[in-house]
């Protein structure tokens, strides 16, 4: 046989076609202005928050309870009973989410118990678990991870199961090892959905976690509870905009390692 | 082989699917490298080797290998698919209908491609395709499946065009048997007239192209002859009559050129 050239065909080099390539080098920017929006306006919230305690005529216990040094403690318990929370979520749901993959049977029960953690009052599962254990740090943190665990748990199976058979397919015949498919493909995959879960998570951490008060969690849901117990409007205002902006710029920080954790390929 | 347990003798066949099936979170060099790193060689030897398959598939390495996947057309990425699969030069290749999923301009040049790479590689191939004409044009031997798996016929291109073995292989097979046949023959010296005098507007087509390529040429241009030419140069001429006077002997004298070439056992289904 001699060289197989086939007349309608062009030399190799050239050769190209179908689909088209995404542009260029295809790398985005990796911040761009829409990544300042968020700061900015907790920063102007927070700003004339502050503003207003430091101007406006307080009442005296108010304003001894609205001291610099009692809001940024609450605020740094706050957000490690929210980092507590999600780190124990991260760790309860994704193995369970990889298990419920490999072993469809286990998909009902997993998602009843997740559902169930969520349909419950959260502040009845902080009561229950406080009923059982005791109170403080520990038993927030886990009724709001019981609470919270569905969001991770729901993306962690969708962000499996999501991944196109057909690279799991060329994974397994190239030879990689069921392990090897999971760790080198399967989970670096699935980052995205699994860490917007994360987020949710951390989230509802954040905004529930006051409710955890009743049983002495400590965070800014002190200030929160007692601003409306006692008809503080002043204090009770302040501590609901600073757990609100808390969220939003732990869910801004989230959507960054979020990013960053996604393979460049993906992104 | 059969004492290596499944892992390990998937390591050692290249595995091409139609879905192409890239990893898209990983670059074209990691992609390619997959298999080598699982067999645990240094990176060097396999930085090297993944320049050498770029290379080897008609891509520019220095280009190509901090790519993503996304990065390149439909056609680019089988052949990445291609490149990925020879990695650890394994002695035999899968390919489950590998063109499948491209367009038909894009599958007729990887063919072509495949078919010109597999001059270089010389391993044995099994290659899955539901497309007869792919078949016949892929194939050094077709094994022709019927429902259940079952071999009906296991022959090379020739003998099945000529001789089907019964109507279900004749089915596949098609119309135009005949036609097809032509596909097989591919033109070398002892097949040419002498040159013609160039005129303006004569087909060319290439020596080693196939005798359906020169009477393509010829019903496209209106011509009776076509001029074939070695490296750009005339050679020869095919007249229409020769072909005609051949006729069916054609399909016979392709058979016993190809008969020498069968270094590839090619299944098909």
């Known amino acids: 046989m001699s060289t197989m050239v086939d007349p309608s065909v062009s030399p190799p080099t050239q050769i190209d076609g179908g689909r088209r390539p995404t542009t260029g080098s295809g790398r985005r920017h990796f911040f761009t202005w829409r990544d300042l929006v968020i ?44 980092f507590a929370v999600t780190a124990l979520v991260l760790v309860a749901s994704i193995p369970v989410g990889i298990a419920v993959t490999r072993v469809r049977l286990l998909e009902p029960f997993a998602l009843l118990i997740a559902n169930a953690g969520q349909a419950v009052p959260s ?86 976690i006051p409710i955890g008060y ?13 601003g409306i117990k006692l008809s503080r409007n002043q204090q009770m205002f302040a501590a609901a905009l600073f757990v609100a902006c808390l969220a939003l710029i732990l869910d801004w920080l989230g959507g960054i390692v979020e990013r960053v954790l996604t393979p460049a390929g993906i992104r | 082989m059969l004492g290596l347990n499944e892992v390990e003798l998937r390591r050692r066949i290249g595995y091409v699917i139609q879905q192409i099936g890239l990893f898209p979170h990983l670059t074209i060099a990691a992609n390619i490298a997959m298999v080598p790193r699982l067999l645990k060689w240094d990176r060097k030897r396999i930085s090297e080797r993944v320049d050498e398959l770029l290379a080897l598939v008609g ?60 001059e270089q590689l010389k391993k044995t191939i099994v290659f899955v395709t539901h497309d007869f004409d792919e078949a016949i ?54 097949d040419l007239a002498p040159p013609v005098d160039a005129r303006a507007g004569l087909p060319e087509v290439p020596l080693g192209a196939s005798l359906r390529d020169a009477v393509d040429a010829m019903l496209e241009t209106g011509h009776d002859v ?5 490296d750009g140069r005339s050679c020869g001429s095919v007249r229409m009559s020769d072909v005609l006077a051949k006729g069916g002997k054609a399909a016979a004298n392709g058979a016993a050129a190809r008969a020498g070439s069968g270094e590839a056992g090619e299944l098909s289904s």
């Open chain 1, 39 to 82: 700061p900015l306006v907790v920063a102007i919230a927070v700003g004339a928050e502050v503003y207003y305690l430091n101007t406006a005529k307080l009442s005296q216990i108010v304003e001894s309870q609205m001291t610099f040094d009692r809001i940024s403690d609450s605020t740094i318990e706050h957000v490690k009973l929210a």
């Open chain 1, 123 to 208: 502040i009845g599962l902080v009561a229950i678990v406080a009923l059982v254990w005791e109170i403080g740090f520990w038993p927030v943190v886990i009724s709001l991870t019981l609470f919270a665990v569905l969001p991770v748990l729901r993306n962690t199976i969708v962000g499996l199961d999501q991944i196109d058979p057909d690279i799991k397919d060329a994974a397994r015949g190239m030879g990689m090892s069921p392990a090897g498919v999971l760790f080198r493909v399967e989970l670096p995959l699935a980052v995205p959905v699994i860490a917007a879960g994360a987020r949710t998570a951390l989230v509802l951490a954040v905004a529930t």
């Open chain 1, 214 to 226: 009743f049983i002495g969690a400590g965070g800014l849901g002190d200030q929160l509870m007692q």
């Open chain 2, 59 to 118: 891509l520019e390495p220095a280009d190509f290998r901090g790519r993503y996947p996304r990065q390149l057309s439909g056609g680019q990425q089988q052949r990445i698919g291609v490149a990925r699969a020879l990695a650890a030069d394994p002695p035999l290749m899968l390919m489950d209908e590998p063109f499948g999923a491209v367009d038909p301009i894009t599958r007729e040049r990887l063919q072509s491609e495949f078919l010109g790479l597999q």
């Open chain 2, 137 to 190: 044009r892929m194939g050094d031997r077709i094994a022709v499946l019927r429902v259940g798996s079952h071999i009906a016929q296991f022959a090379t291109p020739e003998e099945i065009l000529q001789s089907p073995a019964d109507d279900f292989v004749a089915g596949f097979v098609g119309e135009a048997a005949t036609l097809k046949s032509l596909a097989l023959h591919r033109l070398t010296m002892n």
């Open chain 2, 226 to 230: 076509v001029v074939v030419t070695d």
